[in-house]
């Protein structure tokens, strides 16, 4: 982390990689196939494959929202200091990276 092209690089590779993951796993602990979750967010079952692939990187602003809309969470995007992003991004146990449902959370 100490030049700017290796932070850079971190950050970058992190982003692509959690949302890969993220997605993977909220849709196999949901028990959904590809082709349900592309259904969902209204798109093909070959974009879900590419939005899991973690070397992808294109996944827009309006994916990721309706991403968070059938995943039934919210979706957080900020600006921050590497330091907390390091530490926010460090943590890549299943556990971690799955959001349980608001109403599984919170009852309906």
Partial sequence: M???ESRQ????ASVEQD???QVRI???RRGWTQSQLAQKIGT?????ARIEDPTYGKVSLVTLTKLAEVFDCALMLRLVG???FADETEDLREDSLFVQPFEEA???
């Fill in 2 to 4: 100490q030049d700017r």
């Fill in 82 to 84: 590497f330091e907390k």
């Fill in 9 to 12: 690089a971190y950050m970058v």
């Fill in 19 to 21: 949302i890969a993951w």
């Fill in 44 to 48: 093909k079952q070959s974009a879900i």
């Fill in 26 to 28: 909220n849709r196999e």
């Fill in 106 to 108: 919170h009852g309906p």
